[in-house]
């Protein structure tokens, strides 16, 4: 079912960086049918309310990974029972880019099990961002951390989107990474920004945080000097032989709100429901676009865990009205952002 398209004009003064954990803290706690109001309402004001936006998530190296996420199955801290892959070959890697534009997908992103990329692996991984944008579509990358130089080569090959995530809040981050700090997740994502690239950048809920930490997050991604442009909000999938295998389950309202208040939070940014969505039923996803989820990833994986089928998703976009969106390919800013730079510095 087609609808009118609403207009995506300009934000109109509801664009922050300075919410305070309070603030934050206040919006969680609104009722939910108020909380949910105020974000559809804004979700509308920025973008289509019947459109979301379709990426493919391909894992280009599978686990074996030094660094010790407690969520993670590709760490080689924990006995998952994965099986470890090398790096795709690029023309592998192509293929599986023109079956999911086939399918539909507008974005193709390319996960590698890395605490960062070493410098032999930058040439293959920059021939496949050049491959997939020369099928005509977006390209996203998630390696690990980066340095301004390789954040610079890869803006340089067409990279439109880098995948780093938060995850949680500065508070509770130690309970679950140790062999990176904040801070170095803050660096990239400054180098990525300064790079030109556009920054997807969110975190995982369920992981035994409380409500707080939810709003930590948020506050942390909201209050960078620009927003993320793609905001994935992960809900926990445990795989056993992690530290999280026994997790108790988050109420699903609670993912709800935290969708709701990032979409408040950063009206302009599109938001992604990530992990978890295959133990997400369809009323689950319908209450998570209505409160301004607006990108998907499609297809059988989503990395190494199961990732509802996308015939279901399109099928669930038909009852909805919901269509995928659909972009032209724009050029990657090739400037840097100095003004990022500069408000970063600010900050302290
Ligand atoms: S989340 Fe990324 S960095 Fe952490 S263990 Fe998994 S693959 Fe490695």
Not at 87 to 99: F, I, P, T
Not at 104 to 126: E, L, N, Q, Y
Not at 142 to 168: F, I, P, S, V
Request: proline share 6%; hydrophobic share 35%; charged share 25%.
């Amino acid at each position: 079912m087609k609808t009118a398209a609403v207009s995506t004009a300009p934000p109109v003064g509801d664009i922050r960086h300075d919410w305070t954990r309070d603030e934050v803290d206040a919006l969680f706690a609104l009722p939910f049918n108020d909380l949910l109001f105020k974000a559809h309402s804004l979700h509308r004001s920025h973008f289509d309310p019947n459109e979301v936006q379709v990426s493919t998530l391909l894992s280009i190296k599978t686990g074996a990974c030094p660094e010790d996420c407690a969520y993670c199955p590709q760490s080689t801290r924990y006995d998952t029972g994965l099986e470890a892959e090398k790096l795709m070959q690029v023309e592998k890697v192509l293929e599986q880019a023109r079956a999911a534009r086939d399918a539909g997908s507008t974005r193709f992103c390319m996960g590698a099990a890395w605490r960062s990329p070493k410098p032999r692996d930058m040439p293959h991984v920059i021939a496949m961002v050049r491959g997939v944008r020369e099928l005509g579509m977006e390209t996203c990358m998630t390696l690990g951390m980066l340095t301004e130089e390789q954040a610079g080569q890869l803006a340089e090959a067409g990279l439109d989107y880098y995948n780093h995530n938060l995850d949680t809040s500065p508070e509770f981050y130690g309970d679950i990474i140790t062999t990176r700090t904040y801070q170095d997740r803050l660096d990239t994502l400054e180098h990525v920004r300064r790079s030109g690239m556009k920054i997807c950048s969110g975190g995982i809920v369920g992981m035994g945080e409380q409500q707080s930490d939810r709003a930590g997050m948020l506050q942390q991604l909201a209050n960078l000097p620009q927003h993320p442009e793609s905001v994935p909000i992960n809900m926990l999938v445990r795989v056993e032989g992690t530290p999280l295998a026994e997790q108790d389950d988050l109420d699903p309202f609670e993912f709800v709100r935290t969708i709701a208040v990032a979409r408040i939070m950063m009206p302009a940014s599109h938001v992604r429901l990530s992990a978890g969505r295959e133990d997400m039923n369809e009323q689950m996803h319908a209450l998570c676009y209505f409160a301004g989820a607006n990108s998907i990833f499609y297809g059988e994986k989503l990395l190494t865990t199961p990732n509802p089928r996308a015939n279901t998703d399109m099928a669930l976009f038909d009852r909805l009205g919901i269509n995928a969106e659909t972009r032209e390919l724009e050029q990657p800013p090739r400037d840097p952002s100095p003004q990022f730079y500069d408000a970063a510095a600010s900050n302290g």
